[in-house]
């Protein structure tokens, strides 16, 4: 009798946090996880520190090969990858930040009319101290002598 044991991969998706310092370093990070085996995609966020990657691979390889350079490599997600959900997601964000781009816009935009209400309002009111003029006279004599 002969057991046929079928494994489907499916596609993962596992985040690492690491710290890289420069684009040398990320580039470095890259290199490392594209030598291994069923990768699909790979996408790094220097200043977050996040490292995604996409496919079908054992999680447990890609982090051993980053530990091993960069300590400070720690798996923050690991689960299946499903591309719908990360498309609903990925648009809800965007939405997300065109919102907040626009809510920054009108802040500017009123920021800019009081600047001008400011500007356009009279300060000719405001009383102005009249300039003194001072005239200091110093002789050289020998006893000296100043005359304001």
Request: aromatic letters at 4%; charged letters at 35%.
């Amino acid at each position: 009798m002969v057991v046929l044991l079928l494994i489907t991969l499916s596609l993962q998706k596992m985040v690492v946090m690491i710290n890289v310092c420069d684009e040398r370093s990320k580039e470095k990070v890259i290199q490392t996880v594209a030598s291994c085996s069923g990768i699909t995609t790979i996408t790094m966020d220097s200043k977050e520190g996040k490292l995604t990657v996409i496919g079908e691979f054992d999680e447990m390889q890609i982090l051993k090969k980053l530990k091993k350079r960069w300590q400070s490599a720690k798996m923050a997600t690991f689960g299946p990858f499903d591309p719908k959900k990360e498309a609903e997601t990925a648009a809800a964000a965007e939405k997300k930040k065109k919102e907040e781009n626009e809510r920054e816009r009108e802040r500017q935009r009123e920021r800019e009319r009081e600047e001008a209400l400011y500007r356009s309002q009279s300060h000719h009111d405001t009383p102005v101290c009249p300039m003194h003029h001072h005239t200091t006279i110093v002789c050289d004599h020998d006893h000296g002598c100043i005359i304001s």
